[in-house]
């Protein structure tokens, strides 16, 4: 999980896809991932994944490789 600065940007993937989700809320992870944009990814990942059980619902947000990612999201 290291590198990315700006982990998000380009990297982003769509939340259209969380047919997985089993009923959680996600919202506040994903304001959370949002609110750190720029900031070092390895910081941000260490704190997010301390909330979870799980990392999967962090990468609906924020794509594995850039290439993979697009260049927006809407979210609401």
């Known amino acids: ?44 990942y260490s704190e997010a994944v301390a909330w979870l059980d799980k990392d999967e619902p962090i990468f609906r947000l924020v794509a594995l490789q850039p290439e993979d990612g697009e260049r927006y999201v809407r979210t609401g």
């Open 1 to 44: 999980m290291a590198g990315a600065v700006s982990f998000l940007g380009a990297s982003l993937v769509s939340l259209a896809a969380c047919e997985k989700c089993n009923g959680l809320d996600h919202t506040p992870l994903y304001k959370f991932l949002l609110s750190k944009v720029g900031q070092d990814w390895d910081d941000i």
